[in-house]
C-alpha cells in the first residue's frame, strides 16, 4: 500500500495536464486531476480551437466575394453570427465531452474545482477535502493579461470574444500578437471597422520582417486599421452604448468594444507554491528544468504556467514527456524546444519555422536567403490583389536550410510539412531535387531563387 492518496494528482485539464495524466494512467499510475472551470483547457474551450472554426467562419466572407468571378451567383447570402456562434460553442461542449471521457476511460479521477498545494505532497481542493500525492503536476496554464488604464474593466479579452450577442460595429482591440491578429481577421471579415492599437512599433515581433510587412500591408488593404507606439489613457462607457477611448495622440473615439490581446500571464498565484517551496520567475512563470521539475523535487510543471512556448502541441509534448520520465520507466525525456513550427491564423495566415533572416544573419554572420513572391491562381481569377510571400533562409557554409517563412493561403497546412525537411537539416539542394506538383502554391517551396 503506497503512503499517498494518489501517484499523481495534476492540477489544470488542460492541453499539459490532460495528456500528462491519461499518459501517466496507461503507465500504471493512480492519477487525479483537478479542474476549476472546464476540462479541456484554453485551447479547446476558448483558445485554438473554436478560434479556428471562427476563422473559417469567417473566411467564407472572401469566398463569397470570390466565387463570383468564378460563376457562382449568391445573391440574398447573409450572415448570422448567433448561428456560427452556437454551433461553435456546441462543438466545444462535445470536445469537453471526449477529452472527460477519455481521461474517465483511463481511471482518472477528476475533481472538478480549484486545487492548491497545502503541503509538499498534499492538495486541498475548493470543497476543503484535503488528498495527498507522490507526484504533484502543476498544469494550471494562463490568462489574459488585463493592462492597467482608467476603465480597462470594461474591455473584454479572448476569453468573452466567443460569447458575445452581437459582432461589434466598431472596435478597438490592444496588442500587436497572435491574437490581437486573428481576432483582427475575424471581426473585419464579418464587417466590423478594426483597429489594431500597439504600444510598441511592430506587429508579431518574432516573426520575420518582410512577412510581418506583407500581412501589415494586405490588412490595411481590407480596411483594418493600425496605431503603432501608443498607450491607452482611459476608456469610459457611453450612456447610449458603447465606450469612449482615449489613446496617446488621439482624439476620444467612440467604439462598441475595447478587446485585450496583450499577452498572457502564467496562472501561479494563490496555489501555495511559495510555502512548499517552488521557485517563480520574474513573470510568475514556474522555473523548471530541461525535464519540466520545478526546485522542489518531486513537483513538476507543463504548459503555460512554465512560460516556456506557449503553444498547444509543446504543452503536450512537456506533458508526454514528463509520464514518461516519471512512470514510464524511460531515462528522462527533455522536450527538445528548437525549432518549433508556428502559425498565425490572420487573413492571409502567416507560417513560419527556425531563424528568420535577422537572427540568422545574428547568428551565422552571413545568409543565403531565397524567395517567391507571387499571386496564387485563384487570387488571380477572383481579382483579388494578395501577393504571397515565401522565403527561405540558408547557412552559406553547408547549404542547410535554417528558416522557412510564408504568408499564403493555406501556409500552416502546407509548413507542417516543410518544418519537418528544416528539423530533418535538410540543404536548399534537397528541396531543389524534388519534383514540383503543378499547379499548386506549395511548389514554390521547391521553386525558390
Ligand atoms: C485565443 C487563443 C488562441 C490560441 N490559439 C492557439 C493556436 O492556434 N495554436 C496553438 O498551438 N496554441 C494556441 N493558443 C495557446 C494554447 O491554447 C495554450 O498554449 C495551451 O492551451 C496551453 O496548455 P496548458 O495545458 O499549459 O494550459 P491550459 O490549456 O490553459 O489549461 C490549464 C487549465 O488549468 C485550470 N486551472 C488553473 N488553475 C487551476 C487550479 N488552481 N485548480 C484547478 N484548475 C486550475 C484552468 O481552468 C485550465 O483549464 C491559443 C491561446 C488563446 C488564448
Ligand atoms: N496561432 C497560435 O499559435 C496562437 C494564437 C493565439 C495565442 N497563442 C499563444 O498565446 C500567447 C498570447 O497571445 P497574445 O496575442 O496575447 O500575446 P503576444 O505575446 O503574441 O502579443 C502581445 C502583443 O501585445 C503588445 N502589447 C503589450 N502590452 C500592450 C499594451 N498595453 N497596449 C497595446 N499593446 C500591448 C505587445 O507589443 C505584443 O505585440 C502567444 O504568445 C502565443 O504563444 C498562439
Wanted: aromatic fraction near 8%.
Amino acid at each position: 500500500m503506497s503512503e499517498y492518496d494518489y501517484d499523481l494528482f495534476t492540477i489544470g485539464a488542460g492541453s499539459g495536464g490532460v495528456r500528462a495524466s491519461r499518459v501517466s494512467a496507461g503507465h500504471g499510475a493512480k492519477v487525479a486531476i483537478a479542474e476549476e472551470f472546464r476540462v479541456g483547457g484554453t485551447c479547446v474551450i476558448r483558445g485554438c480551437v473554436p478560434k479556428k472554426m471562427l476563422v473559417y467562419g469567417a473566411h467564407f466572407a472572401e469566398d463569397l466575394e470570390d466565387c463570383q468571378k468564378f460563376g457562382w451567383e449568391i445573391e440574398g447570402a447573409t450572415f448570422n453570427w448567433k448561428k456560427l456562434r452556437d454551433n461553435v460553442l456546441a462543438d466545444v461542449d462535445r470536445l469537453e465531452g471526449a477529452y472527460t471521457n477519455t481521461l474517465e476511460s483511463h481511471d482518472v479521477e477528476i475533481f472538478k474545482e480549484r486545487a492548491r498545494l497545502t503541503g509538499p505532497h498534499e492538495v486541498t481542493l475548493e470543497s476543503g477535502r484535503k488528498v495527498t500525492a507522490k507526484h504533484i503536476l502543476i498544469a494550471t496554464g494562463a490568462r489574459p493579461r488585463m493592462p492597467e488604464c482608467q476603465g480597462a474593466e470594461h474591455a473584454i479579452s479572448s476569453n468573452e470574444a466567443f460569447h458575445l450577442d452581437e459582432i461589434p460595429k466598431k472596435i478597438i482591440i490592444a496588442g500587436g500578437g497572435y491574437i490581437a491578429n486573428e481576432f483582427a481577421g475575424i471581426f473585419n471579415e464579418f464587417g466590423s471597422q478594426v483597429t489594431i492599437v500597439n504600444r510598441g512599433d511592430r506587429l508579431l515581433r518574432s516573426y520575420d520582417e518582410a512577412v510581418r510587412d506583407r500581412l501589415l500591408q494586405i490588412s490595411m488593404t481590407k480596411g483594418i486599421a493600425f496605431k503603432f507606439n501608443t498607450i491607452f489613457e482611459y476608456i469610459k462607457p457611453c450612456d447610449d452604448g458603447g465606450y469612449f477611448v482615449k489613446m496617446s495622440d488621439c482624439d476620444e473615439e467612440h467604439v462598441d468594444c475595447v478587446m485585450f490581446a496583450v499577452g498572457r500571464i502564467p496562472n501561479t498565484e494563490g496555489l501555495g507554491l511559495d510555502d512548499v517551496g517552488v521557485e517563480l520567475g520574474e513573470g510568475g512563470e514556474i522555473v523548471v528544468d530541461r525535464f519540466s521539475k520545478t526546485s522542489v523535487d518531486h513537483i513538476y510543471a507543463v504548459g503555460d504556467v512554465t512560460d516556456r512556448v506557449q503553444l498547444t502541441p509543446v504543452a503536450i509534448r512537456e506533458g508526454q514527456a514528463f509520464a514518461d520520465t516519471v512512470f514510464g520507466g524511460h531515462e528522462p525525456i527533455a522536450v527538445d524546444h528548437g525549432c518549433i513550427p508556428s502559425a498565425v491564423f490572420s487573413h492571409p495566415p502567416i507560417a513560419s519555422v527556425g531563424m528568420t533572416e535577422g537572427e540568422a544573419k545574428n547568428q551565422l554572420g552571413s545568409v543565403k536567403v531565397y524567395q517567391s513572391d507571387f499571386r496564387p491562381m485563384k487570387n488571380v481569377l477572383a481579382g483579388r490583389n494578395e501577393r504571397s510571400l515565401f522565403k527561405m533562409i540558408c547557412d552559406p557554409s553547408n547549404d542547410k536550410i535554417v528558416g522557412i517563412h510564408m504568408i499564403a493561403p493555406e501556409a500552416p497546412e502546407m509548413m507542417q510539412a516543410a518544418a519537418i525537411a528544416v528539423k530533418a537539416g535538410l540543404t536548399k539542394a534537397d528541396f531543389d531535387a524534388t519534383v514540383a506538383i503543378h499547379p499548386t502554391m506549395a511548389e514554390e517551396l521547391v521553386l525558390m531563387k
